[in-house]
């Protein structure tokens, strides 16, 4: 006697899955609107941005057909290519100071201490000031003249050079001080996605509190703080207000080179400067999937 039973038909306008799972078919109309959307909004602009930097697409009497003219100036343009440079040294120099501050702090944010529910509040409130009042905060409290320069003048010191420096310390001041919270955010997911039994487990071994951070929280949490290093720099390379207020006037990042190509309405070249900022970022995008590879795959394969 047969003991199969037969599934009841579904009346809730869902459509029919096998074994409570969609099909390819459910998948696909499920994934369609926003996979749409992300074409029409991101895909075609991208792809035009991308062609608009070989000279092509330019509208009637503007295409002269595929050139490297763009990228030519962009890598033959002693301007340029110390724009790049900038740029790349910016975001480095950026992330180093997030990663200095946003550590410490996501091991604090982590434990018990008065104030904390307050404190876990006021550190994020840099993420909703845009980066245009950022920027002349910075001016304010940094340049000659300004807050901290009489203040230092009332006890007979000076305050060096900051904004406008050589050194950029004017900009990544204001590009960390927006981002400290930001990575701070992922850190702190990363750090409390580490069981606690592990770090018990290395301190019975006799680790000290420094050995079993080092060796055990933070390989761990790896792969979220590399994550956030990713994303900040992005951050950090696309940001135009910030350098362009606080900055030097030269060498000037490629962001205000491109708004500068903008507004002279030297398309191609905006393109070719925005396609070059984009493989930058993929690069070190790739770079982030490879050392998360490299940091994982190990502690997949520790138990066999």
């Known amino acids: 006697m047969s003991s199969t039973t037969a599934r009841a038909p579904r009346h809730d306008g869902w459509p029919a899955m096998k074994g409570d799972q969609p099909n390819g078919r459910t998948i696909a109309l499920l994934l369609l609107p926003g996979v749409g959307l992300l074409a029409l909004l991101f895909g075609i602009p991208l792809v035009s941005g991308i062609f608009g930097s070989f000279g092509l697409g330019m509208g009637a009497g503007r295409n002269a057909g595929p050139t490297l003219a763009s990228y030519a100036k962009v890598f033959g343009d002693p301007r340029y290519l110390a724009g790049l440079r900038t740029t790349l040294y910016y975001g480095a120099m950026a992330v180093l100071v997030d990663l ?5 702090l996501a091991l604090a944010l982590g434990r018990s201490f008065v104030g904390r529910k307050l404190f876990n509040g ?10 245009i009042v950022v920027a002349f905060a910075m001016l304010t409290l940094l340049e000659q003249g300004g807050f901290l320069s009489r203040v230092l003048h009332l006890v007979g010191l000076s305050l060096p050079r900051l904004v406008r420096d050589p050194w ?23 750090f409390a996605a580490v069981p606690e039994e592990l770090l018990h487990a290395a301190r019975a071994f006799g680790a000290s509190p420094l050995r079993a951070f080092l060796k055990v929280r933070l390989p761990l949490a790896m792969p979220g703080i590399t994550a956030a290093i990713l994303l900040s720099f992005i951050r950090s390379t696309g940001s135009f207000v910030i350098p362009d207020v606080l900055g030097a006037s030269y060498p000037l990042p490629l962001s205000v080179l491109m708004y500068q190509a903008f507004r002279d309405s030297n398309w191609p070249l905006v393109y070719a400067i925005g396609t ?3 493989l930058a970022s993929f690069l070190i995008l790739l770079s982030y999937y490879f050392l998360t590879a490299r940091i994982v795959a190990p502690a997949g394969g520790g138990g066999r």
Do not use: E, N, Q, R
Not at 122 to 131: M, N, S, T
């Open 100 to 104: 200095v501050v946003a550590i410490p």
């Open 122 to 131: 006021l550190y994020k409130i840099p993420l909703a000031v845009p980066g």
């Open 168 to 190: 950029g310390i004017g900009v990544i001041a204001a590009m960390a001080w927006k981002d400290i919270p930001f990575m701070t955010l992922i850190i702190v997911g990363s």
């Open 276 to 278: 070059v900022l984009m």
